[in-house]
């Protein structure tokens, strides 16, 4: 049977047409495959931005902090067809409305390629992330950027804890160190830089070296106010007997050496001399913070406490305080003398809440099982004594902790 010419010009039209329509939809498949790696890139870098956002709810930054996030992984707000929304509290889902939440939206329109052909010259990518601010599960920070045995747990020292441990030193030989025949056992062990072990106890479970820096997580506290001159008491010295103190600026510090001192509940300025309890003196305090700072009339010292059968120190569990037992000016040098602080109250003292010296070191030891947490976050920490820390915060009648983490739920 011939063939017509016709017919063989029809084929090669049907075939042109054939292919086409077949790198339209090749060109069409490129193109949804882009916006869907950019939908996968925008979800990670709005991930990202909300958890950046939460982490400032107590610093006030929430907008700035998760916009500059997304800066940098790429989608800055009005730039590139971009726009970077942030709701606190969010406007829509589950968490509406509640201003523990952020929500951030990021939406961009994208260039298509092969879809140009059917007049589809972009098309808009738009994704959304909610985070909010949970409870850290770590209690202990080391908070130096660079010093050698931030954080260390020496002599025959065991420590365990039920919460983790955070270094942020990023010294590249012993950041975190563990000496002489104690154990360190942690629910998790991070640092910036590196660890060394000395002992023939190796650390459970292992420290993870190289995590990502750290900030200061109490930065948003803001210090009590008080007139720097007008001292309720001065110089106070105990030797014995049984007495109440209560809240107001002592200067000159708080030294006892003997007896029972009741603290009642408040807010205590210690306007230098520092906090010093020993001799086998008992203290006793529900409620109770301790604001650390001295100036050129009284020098600051840290807190001492040693010995102590049977004494408890607890933080106030309500009020901006809420959760911190001991609050050191963050403007002391750490090369002040005697600015270090050394709480060793052994199984007879109960201490509850966070110890908070940013810029100064502190030595603790403890055993005692009756406080429902205790967190340390300093400028360098050191473990000189068996010492066990429970799980924190999470037994307290509020379940609550000072120090927060943002955490993603949408």
């Known amino acids: 049977m011939r063939r017509h010419k016709n017919d063989a010009g029809q084929a090669l039209l049907l075939m042109a047409f054939t292919m086409i329509v077949l790198m339209g939809f090749a060109g069409m498949g490129i193109d949804i495959g882009y916006l869907r790696y950019m939908r996968r890139t925008m979800q990670a870098a709005t991930d990202s931005a909300a958890l950046a956002g939460a982490a400032e709810l107590d610093y006030g930054d929430v907008s700035s902090a998760a916009r500059a996030d997304a800066a940098t992984n790429g989608f800055t707000n009005g730039s590139k067809n971009t726009t970077v929304t942030v709701n606190n509290p969010p406007l829509s889902g589950p968490n509406q409305g509640n201003p523990r939440y952020v929500e951030v939206i990021i939406a961009q329109s994208e260039p298509t390629f092969f879809m140009k052909l059917l007049g589809v010259y972009s098309h808009m990518v738009s994704t959304r992330a909610v985070a909010y601010e949970g409870v850290s599960g770590a209690c202990i920070y080391a908070l130096n950027p660079t010093a050698s045995s931030a954080f260390v747990v020496s002599g025959s020292a065991s420590f365990s804890s039920q919460c983790g441990i955070l270094d942020n030193s990023d010294d590249s030989t012993a950041a975190l160190v563990q000496n002489g025949g104690g154990c360190l056992t942690a629910k998790y062990i991070g640092v910036v830089g590196q660890f060394k072990n000395n002992s023939s106890c190796a650390p459970t479970p292992t420290p993870q070296s190289g995590i990502a820096p750290f900030s200061d997580p109490l930065a948003y506290l803001q210090p009590p106010s008080f007139n720097s001159t007008t001292c309720d008491q001065t110089n106070v010295s105990i030797t014995g007997g049984t007495q109440t103190l209560y809240q107001g600026v002592y200067c000159g510090g708080i030294k006892i050496t003997g007896g029972d001192v009741t603290f009642s509940p408040g807010i205590y300025i210690i306007n230098g001399g520092g906090l010093s309890v020993s001799g ?131």
Not at 311 to 337: C, E, K, M
């Open 280 to 410: 086998g003196a008992n203290v006793y305090g529900n409620g109770v913070t301790f604001y650390l700072t001295g100036n050129t009339k009284y020098a600051y010292k840290g807190v001492s406490i040693t010995g102590g059968s049977d004494s408890y120190l607890i933080a106030p569990d309500s009020g901006t305080y809420a959760g911190i037992l001991f609050f050191q000016d963050r403007s002391i040098s750490s090369t002040s003398s005697g600015a270090d602080s050394d709480i060793a109250g052994g199984s007879g003292l109960t201490v509850q809440g966070t110890l908070y010296f940013p810029t100064t070191n502190l030595s603790y030891s403890g055993t005692s099982t009756n406080s429902a947490y205790t967190i340390l976050v300093a400028d360098t920490v050191s473990i000189t004594n068996n010492t066990y820390f429970p799980d924190t915060y999470s037994s307290d009648i509020n379940g609550f902790s000072p120090v927060h983490s943002a955490v993603l739920v949408e």
